[in-house]
């Protein structure tokens, strides 16, 4: 259904009533999600928008989209989920298991055939006639195509495997995908035993060939043999990761891989434990390993925001995701007041209203010293060792200027299939302008400095006033018109950690001055947050350097953010600490002018 481009028809935001029947609609469809998946799924707070659209062949398809990712389709009000929604919850389907090769063809319009299908050691899953279901590769059970049975289970059997198994609506790497943010499948490890099926790839495929395993539609075309694994591979770039191909690598190659395969499975037994268990378990090994290796004596007290972003998120073995709110305690004050309460492992207290903050820890705690971060995982000088005088180096972090399509120049970037919301570089956009100009000609044949304004441009980058009186502009206003029309977004890059995209400039850090009491000045720094920087930190290395109380306020209207508060005009020294210490560029703080002019008193 996605395998050629799509035309869109409308996009609006869903409001409260229609979120309350959609969720309604998608438990009905889905049972087996729970409330907490449907709230994650249908947030009552974040963006979701409902897409109308054509495909190809006409058919009308209303998609539902979150976070810029399609995560259901509707057809004839039949819902289904996108490869997006099931690479999180990759059960809510039962799945049929092909070769790595056949999905080339299944991403170019082809259905499932019988043949192709890999039967697992505990049978096919039972299915009826037009059941929703999902289409896995051998050794990953990260669903990549999704589509309705064309038969029973018990008709598939009886007929021997032969014939159209699945016929298939939407895939990994087709258009519906490509709507999305074009992430590739997570690497999920089968639980059934299909892992022990790779030594017979090559028999399969040939037996498969020969048997005349269809796959194109309507054509009974034979099932590609292990020769085709480089095409799938090229369709999916990641596929090395999640399925080794037949053949692949020659045969030591294989050989490692399966006793390597051997080895873990006797080290890493089945986790019997629920999901819910299994997050609570990484939330206490994540604040052990943060405590042991992360957190100072001397940065406390540590706001609990600041030691969950900044500590708890690095300790989180990789391969793995921190998620509280899919832990039992769902919040972070709740988890931690459960610390202090059932394992007296630290104490959290509200220094200011409304901010939390870690006021002590017990390094002596049993559970702690006899912790042992994972193999791999960097040990850094344990608090409990440390003297406090040598706390980590803080490093700024890499800022860059993106911009964000908007509504009105969505048409400028449409053949780029850059829709609205996406965001870019400045030399991204630079280089689509550029393309979108050669390819339709509007390069001025007497003077090349100058563009030609066709009706997109026009309504893209012009004013009212200017529709009948502007026919050309020069390259860099043509630039520098789009820049203005498009929606400013900013990267934060912190070492060692993901790229965090906010929407607007990037705000700086503000130092203000302010009258407290009778006439007494105190300074004011706000925003420190932004820049990864911990207040309770910032306040501590001030307290100590002017002489000074420091207090700790939360910013009104600002969630998470707190305003720390010094004695006195110290702008001058808090100038000198982000500049010098903190290696903050200057062009990102805010009222240094206010610093105190030299003779003059406080």
Partial sequence: MFAKPFRVKSNTVIKGSDRRKLKTDISNAFPALSAEDLSELVPNKED?????????????????VLHKNPI????EKQLYPTVYTLWHYPDLLPSFTTWPAVLQKLAGGADLMLPGVVVPPGGLPEVKQGDCCAVTVV???????????????????SQGMKGRGVSILHTYMDTLWGFGDKTGPPSIPPTDGMEDTEGDVEGEGEAEGEGGGETEEGKGEPCPEPEEEQNAETLCPNLRELSLAPGEGGEGQEEGASEEKHRDDEQEPEDSRSPQEQMDALLFQCLLHALKSKVKKSELPLLTSTFLRNHMFS???????????????????????????????????ELSKGVESIVEVDWKHPELR?????????MEESPMESNGDSDRPYQPPEITTLYSVSARLEPLFQDSQKRKGAVLSPAEVRTIVTEYVKKNELVDETNKNYVTINPTLCDCLLEKSEYQEVEKLKWDELFSRTLDKMQHCHQLLFPGQEPIIRKGH???????????GSNKKVTL???LELYGLD????????????????VLNPVPGAKDRVLVQIQGNQVQQVGKLLLDQYQIPRKYIQGLEKAQKPGKKK
Avoid: W
């Fill in 48 to 64: 979701l928008n409902v897409v109308k659209i054509y495909a190809h062949k006409g058919d009308a398809v209303t998609l539902y």
């Fill in 72 to 75: 259901f389709f509707q057809v």
């Fill in 139 to 157: 050794r990953n059970r990260a669903p990549v195509a999704v589509g309705t049975a064309a038969m029973s289970t018990s008709e598939m059997q």
């Fill in 315 to 349: 300790c989180c073995p990789s391969g793995k995701q921190l998620d509280i709110k899919k832990s039992s305690y769902k919040k972070l004050s709740k988890f931690l007041q459960c610390m202090q309460r059932q394992h007296q492992l630290l104490q959290v207290k």
């Fill in 370 to 378: 006899s912790f042992c971060p994972p193999e791999g995982a960097a």
């Fill in 506 to 516: 990037m705000e700086p850090i503000d130092i203000s001055m302010a009258s407290r």
């Fill in 525 to 527: 720094i706000k925003n």
């Fill in 535 to 550: 207040p309770a930190g910032v306040a501590s290395v001030l307290q100590h350097q002017v002489q000074a109380s420091t």
